[in-house]
């Protein structure tokens, strides 16, 4: 059966020769196809350049089975500027003769080409883009590119595991962006870059595991730096030092576990950091003391499990913070104090429930924040002043967060809101909820909200806005409420003591117990829990949590706090302080004056 012919509107991949203004077209040659200024001679399974082709600027001959070139085909096209010879059987960089000084771009991927020599490069005198992708080179040499205009240079998937010192030096003065992607590069040799002009570095999918200082010295015209995948476990201080124009850094999907000011040095136009797909747990507190222009952060899917006060400051620049899918379970009063540009805070499937239930004003200081992610964090209760100084709050969202209550006037002051996206089926539909149904339909935003009852029973599975206003009611307190706050103490160091907390509730609910020292869990608290049944117009439990600590030292001072819970939602105790005193306090001072002129001796006592 014949080949099925394609139109020429289904030609995208095909050869395209141009033919300017249709002057000095020849004959179509076979096997190629011609229509008006259009000669499409790809995929024809070819071995040889046609004869007399027509003239034209742009010649496609990819896909077919060239292993070399026959320059007499080409010699009378004195217009042609780029030559496409992709997906071929060249094992060398083609001689295309007479018009190779006016070629502009080169295209020779997915061929077989195992080296690059001077010799075959040097024709080229006007080459601005060469693009050597998906072949098979393996070294890089000094000896390997002549001195040409080129500007774009593409070495992507061959099989680089080497480069000697000085190989792009003839390049340096015309040079602006150099991909290197999908190599098996190890270690990037010192001065390895002295290009000048060059303005973006793509090194990404290679085998480089550690970066030492003064690496990329040489390109101080660099915008952007690609470093993605390459399993990179160390960056040395200094290690970007030199990128004094770079904007760009991205080191996605490696293995660096610390963001300190060591290896950011030198980074003072940064603007974009992307550093997601890492394992970093830590940033130091110092860390963006050298690159304060920082506009966009992206820390995504790494292993954060707190933001300290220190965590971002310097960054008052900064308009996109992105910390989603870490393990954040603690964030610091002041964690984003300084932050006063930002826009967007994206902390999606964290682990900050205790931030929003119990926290007042954990995101204050964001004076322009728009959009706040919150989606996935195990969120059970929001707070009156969960979101206090958020004025300027336009989108919100608390998706995929098992939300059980939410107090009055929670969202009040955020007047620019436009979007709350809230989805729960575990709402306490009582009289505390009672203004959430009207202030959604009044602000519009039924759109996002996909909210029902899960208690009282009469009310579950029902829809919060097909629920008459009459029917939210407080006849129970399923959720817990503190009855016996823990009181402020002081200690001898060496003691021992107790804090006390009690809470009440009418569920029959499982409780749990937890406590917590200056906002963060205590994992090995030593605990004590009891209930007992308490009279109160029938039945309700109380429960008691004892938290004891022995043989105290100044390490356990601070302020504890504990956090009863059940199915419906927890509750917070004050915060109580602990004060740990020396086993030794001054009474006294004695002074008693001896034979020596002048002279007087004070004894301390203590008891």
Not at 18 to 43: E, I, Y
Not at 356 to 375: R, T, W
Not at 462 to 477: G, K, M
Not at 578 to 600: A, D, M, R
């Amino acid at each position: 059966m014949p080949r099925p012919r394609a139109t020429l509107a289904a030609l995208p991949l095909l050869l395209l020769l141009l033919v300017p203004g249709g002057r000095g077209a020849g004959r179509c040659p076979a096997p190629c196809r011609c229509a008006g200024h259009l000669v499409a001679c790809s995929r024809r399974e070819l071995s040889r350049v046609p004869e007399r082709l027509p003239r034209g600027a742009v010649q496609d001959l990819s896909h077919n089975r060239f292993y070399s070139v026959n320059t007499n085909s080409l010699d009378h096209l004195h217009s042609l500027r780029e030559v496409k010879l992709n997906n071929n059987e060249l094992e060398a960089i083609p001689n295309l003769g007479p018009v190779s000084t006016n070629i502009t771009l080169l295209s020779l991927t997915s061929n077989k080409i195992f080296n690059i020599l001077s010799e075959h490069l040097k024709p080229f005198q006007n080459l601005e883009t060469l693009d050597l992708s998906n072949n098979n080179i393996s070294e890089l040499k000094m000896s390997s590119f002549p001195s040409l205009q080129l500007k774009y240079l593409y070495i992507n998937s061959n099989r680089i595991t080497s480069m000697e010192p000085g190989s792009f030096d003839n390049l340096s003065s015309t040079l602006q962006v150099l991909k290197l992607n999908r190599n098996k590069i190890s270690a990037i040799p010192q001065k390895m870059f002295k290009l000048s002009h060059l303005q973006h570095l793509e090194l990404s999918r290679n085998k480089i595991k550690k970066i030492d200082g003064l690496t990329f010295q040489g390109l101080p015209a660099l915008k952007s730096l690609k470093l993605q995948r390459n399993g990179v476990t160390r960056l040395m201080d200094g290690a970007f030092w030199g990128l004094t124009s770079m904007e760009v850094l991205q080191l996605d999907h490696n293995n660096l576990t610390e963001v300190t000011k060591g290896w950011l040095y030198g980074l003072l136009m940064l603007q974009q950091l992307h550093l997601s797909q890492n394992a970093i747990s830590r940033i130091s507190p110092d860390a963006w003391e050298f690159c304060q222009k920082l506009s966009e952060l992206d820390l995504t899917f790494n292993h954060l499990a707190r933001l300290d006060d220190s965590s971002f400051v310097g960054l008052s620049l900064l308009v996109g913070l992105y910390i989603g899918n870490n393990k954040v379970n603690y964030i610091a009063d002041c964690a984003f104090r300084g932050l006063s540009s930002l826009q967007t805070l994206d902390l999606k499937n964290n682990e900050i429930s205790w931030t929003i239930e119990d926290m007042n004003g954990a995101f204050s200081g964001l004076d322009k924040l728009k959009k706040l992610i919150l989606q996935g964090n195990r969120i059970r209760s929001i707070t009156k002043k969960a979101f206090s100084g958020l004025d300027a709050l336009e989108h919100l969202d608390l998706s995929n967060n098992a939300i059980m209550s939410v107090q009055g006037n929670a969202f009040l002051q955020m007047k620019k809101l436009k979007e709350l996206h809230l989805n729960t089926s575990s709402l306490l539909c009582d009289c505390q909820l009672k203004w959430l149904p009207q202030w959604v339909s009044e602000n519009n935003f039924q759109n996002f909200v996909n909210a029902s009852c899960a208690h009282p029973q009469p009310l579950k599975g029902r829809s919060i806005f097909a629920v008459s206003l009459d029917t939210f009611v407080c006849d129970d307190f399923p959720k817990p409420q503190i009855t016996v706050q823990p009181e402020t103490q002081s200690a001898i160091k060496g003691s021992n003591l107790s804090f006390v907390c009690s809470a009440a509730s009418s569920s029959d609910s499982p409780m749990t117990f937890a406590w917590k020292k200056d906002n963060e869990l205590l994992h090995d608290a030593e605990m004590e829990n009891y209930a007992h049944l308490r009279a109160q117009g029938g039945e309700v439990m109380e429960y008691t949590t004892i938290l004891r600590l022995r043989n105290v030292e100044f390490s356990n001072e601070g302020k504890y706090q504990c956090v009863i819970s059940n199915h419906f939602g927890s509750s917070y105790s004050v915060k109580a302080k602990l004060t740990v005193n020396s086993k030794y306090v001054l009474t006294f001072v004695s002074c008693h004056f001896v034979t020596l002129p002048n002279l007087i001796l004070c004894i301390l006592d203590h008891v």
